[in-house]
């Protein structure tokens, strides 16, 4: 029987997930894999550099147990589960009907249910086991529909791979009020620079906000929009405009252009 009281502080732990920011969480040295800031489309986090098992499973078991740490420098006990999962389809790196994940124990544990199904995000270690950590892109099956669109798609998909996303310009300053939005309009027109290791590519926004270019070869890519001055925050703030593209991947970009801001001064609100 899974024990009730680990469930509940690992499903405390998501929640808090999702309210507070990644760096308030977990200081540096316990921070989990994976960047918990976003939600990646599929076809970007199933190529994350922490990720080498993508698979659909229902779970047949699970063991617990606690594991010490010492957090913030007072020592703790974490919740840790082997979970064991009968494999219905795989996607990357696994093969065989049985798959054995390993979460938690460091503060980044998925809470995993007996008897659910669930796309799976992990990491190969060394045990032959897979580790999951909550900033994966793990998900019950039933939130996973984009993505299993996306995974089975694979085997016949073209070759090359994506960048998109969205680029919009402020029309108003910071609002000094608690949880006030800024209003802003879509950057039609303006140029996406996707500079790769040998060619240098150009896309335009288009009127409503968005930006494609398909086909671009496997590789690492530094993604740009350029301004006259303006400053330019990306969403969310610190995402590296340098990502590691693969074949039949993608990688996703934000930008708000901010005129009324000075450069290098704080992170404007959404």
């Known amino acids: 029987m899974v024990n009730s009281c680990a469930m509940l502080r690992g499903l405390v732990f998501a929640l808090a997930m999702s309210t507070y920011c990644y760096s308030q969480i977990h200081p540096p040295d316990h921070s989990c894999e994976g960047d918990c800031r976003t939600d990646f489309p599929a076809c970007q986090g199933a190529w994350q550099p922490n990720i080498s098992a993508v698979f659909l499973g229902r779970v047949t078991d ?73 900033c994966s892109s793990t998900k019950w099956k039933k939130e996973a529909v984009e993505d299993l669109k996306y995974l089975r798609s694979l085997p016949t998909a073209p070759h090359g791979g994506t960048v998109f996303g969205t680029a919009f310009r402020y029309t108003s300053p910071v609002n000094e009020r608690p949880m006030a939005l800024r209003k802003g309009t879509p950057a039609s027109g303006q ?80």
């Open 62 to 134: 699970i063991r617990e147990e606690d594991i010490p740490i010492v957090p913030h420098e007072k020592k703790e006990l974490a919740g840790r589960q082997l979970v064991t999962f009968e494999v219905e389809e795989s996607f990357i790196g696994v093969s065989g009907k049985i798959a054995t994940v390993t979460s938690g124990g460091d503060l980044c544990g998925f809470p995993f249910s007996k008897g659910r199904e669930y796309l799976v995000y992990g990491r190969h270690v060394g045990t032959g086991e897979i580790y999951v950590s909550v």
């Open 191 to 270: 140029k996406i620079e996707i500079q790769g290791t040998s060619e240098k590519y150009e896309v335009t926004v288009d009127a409503q906000g968005k930006f494609s270019l398909s086909g671009l070869p496997p590789g690492r890519y530094t993604v740009l929009l350029n301004t006259d001055g303006a400053v330019v925050h990306a969403s969310p703030p610190g995402l590296s405009p340098t990502v590691d593209l693969a074949d039949k991947g993608c990688a996703s970009f934000n930008f708000w252009i901010d005129p009324f801001a000075k450069k290098n001064l704080g992170t404007p609100q959404p």
